[in-house]
């Protein structure tokens, strides 16, 4: 089973900053990664599929990146609407499928 | 615009089987290419994949969950549903529908309480 490690656990930052999030797999997964969002009350929601493509409608203060076994996801400048909790997910052994721990954006 | 919502009760006995379907919208499930998911968030925690099926009827599991779960599809009706049997504390969870391979789309999720 592939474990995927999420870093750090909380990251407390004001609007404006810019967001940092890291995402290790036990193995290499080559770039079949996805990155979601999730705010309380709510599904999750998909920013980034296959390390570094954005989904529709995402817009491009999200970016990410990455290949193996590190990946990033990298907020340019926090929006109000961005704290949350993101969760990476891999599907590199597809069709059998593991999410991260996740990694919680709250306001400083 | 694609749109999936989960049924089913939201209070399960244990040792009894959880049952919940999810009902597509704007596409067919048919449609080639794309898979169809449960995946379940106990309250507080994070996101566990549950299983997956092709409208052909292949199905994938958790490897955790595989000895209870089963995940079928009627695709006369546009629904794919999920029972997990002999259920405990441990499985009360949002209960979520997905459509794989991306989970692009997600219904609104729907709390099971498994409870006597």
């Known amino acids: 089973e592939i474990v995927l490690t999420q870093s750090p656990a909380t990251l407390s930052l004001s609007p404006g900053e810019r967001a940092t999030l890291s995402c290790r797999a036990s193995q290499s997964i080559s770039t079949y990664l996805a990155w979601f969002q999730q705010k309380p009350g709510q599904a999750p929601r998909l920013l980034i599929y296959d390390a570094s493509n954005r989904a529709t409608g995402i817009p491009p203060r999200f970016s990410g990146s990455g290949s193996g076994t590190d990946f990033t996801l990298t907020i340019s400048s926090l929006e109000p609407e961005d704290f949350a909790v993101y969760y990476c997910?891999?599907?590199?052994?597809?069709?059998?499928?593991?999410f991260g721990p996740g990694t919680k954006v709250d306001i400083k | 615009q694609l749109q999936m919502q989960e049924s089913g009760p939201g209070l399960v006995k244990p040792s009894e089987t959880l049952s919940l379907t999810c009902t597509v919208s704007g596409g067919s499930i048919s449609r080639s290419s794309y898979y169809w998911g449960w995946i379940r968030q106990p309250p507080g925690k994070g996101l566990e994949w549950i299983g997956s099926i092709y409208y052909s009827g292949s199905t994938y599991y958790n490897p955790s969950l595989k000895s209870r779960v089963s995940i079928s599809v009627d695709s006369s009706k546009n629904q794919f549903s999920l029972k997990l049997t002999s259920v405990t504390a441990a499985d009360t969870a949002v209960y979520y529908c997905a459509r794989n391979v991306y989970f692009d789309y997600w219904g609104q999720g729907t709390l099971v309480t498994v409870s006597s």
């Open positions: 997910q891999q599907r590199n052994k597809w069709p059998l499928l593991t």
